[in-house]
């Protein structure tokens, strides 16, 4: 930044074409369209279509985008950013004393989803009581089911030590999810026995490890990593 020099403050543009070959998924997956993070705002397009406006401030965002491609054909997206904020930004100020970047700060990418999936983005890991002897892992998620038919399935949360041992695990048997757009919230209890704590000398990590089973074949796996201190 230098003051009292004027910097470039509008619009920049994104285009990719890409084909999703045929049996790139699950017939029944959704397909999300990914972001890890980008600064400003601006609007999504796809095949031509605008599907959505965002605003970042380097947020990414996670959008169902099934109904918008056909696995085979090319499709067209294109992600328009701007940095000349808006007035909630920054009010009242027309020339701030600082670069405002704009455009993409991460990847895209499409992501397949199982119809019957945890949200990752609803997804809570509270980690308590934790001392060298014990400590208790909270987890609250959602189990989404956005098939047309009502799903029975089992979900078991395991909890993965830096060396890929199981040192803590529960599950959930025989959640009935109903059909289309069904959400259900659920919670677990992990104890772990003499947990090994982090600090700078001994940078120790846990994964907490989701699974989704349905009629004993795994749908989804989900990692989180946890650390205790």
């Known amino acids: 930044f230098q003051e009292g ?3 470039y403050r509008g619009s920049g543009s994104y285009r990719r074409e890409f084909i999703l070959s045929p049996g790139a998924a699950r017939n029944d997956a959704r397909w999300m369209l990914v972001s890890e993070g980008f600064y400003g705002t601006g ?3 796809l095949n031509g279509e605008k599907i959505t406006d965002i605003d970042g401030q380097y947020l990414g965002f996670s959008f169902d985008v099934t109904d918008k491609i056909r696995q085979g054909h090319t499709g067209r997206l ?4 701007t940095n000349d ?4 930004v920054l009010p009242g100020i027309s020339m701030p004393d600082f670069i405002l970047h704009g455009g993409l700060a991460g990847r895209m990418c499409l992501r397949s989803v ?4 945890v949200d990752s983005d609803l997804t809570y890991v509270r980690c308590g009581n934790i001392s060298a002897s014990a400590a208790t892992v909270n987890v609250d998620f959602k189990l989404l089911n956005r098939s047309g038919r009502a799903r029975i399935c089992d979900v078991t949360w395991r909890l993965i030590d830096g060396s890929g041992n199981e040192a803590a695990t529960c599950r959930l048997e025989k959640l009935l999810m ?3 757009q069904c959400e259900e919230s659920f919670s677990v209890e992990m104890n772990l026995t003499r947990p090994r704590l982090w ?3 001994d940078p120790w990590m846990y994964k907490g490890l989701c699974e989704v089973q349905e009629n004993g074949a795994l749908i989804l ?3 989180r990593k946890l650390r205790f201190q």
């Not at 199982?114 to 999936?117: A, G, Q």
């Open 5 to 7: 020099v004027e910097y």
């Open 43 to 45: 609007d999504i397009w």
């Open 78 to 81: 294109a992600v328009r950013l």
């Open 85 to 88: 904020c808006r007035s909630y």
């Open 114 to 117: 199982p119809s019957l999936s």
């Open 178 to 180: 109903e059909a289309r």
């Open 199 to 201: 600090s700078l000398a």
């Open 221 to 223: 796996v989900q990692l």
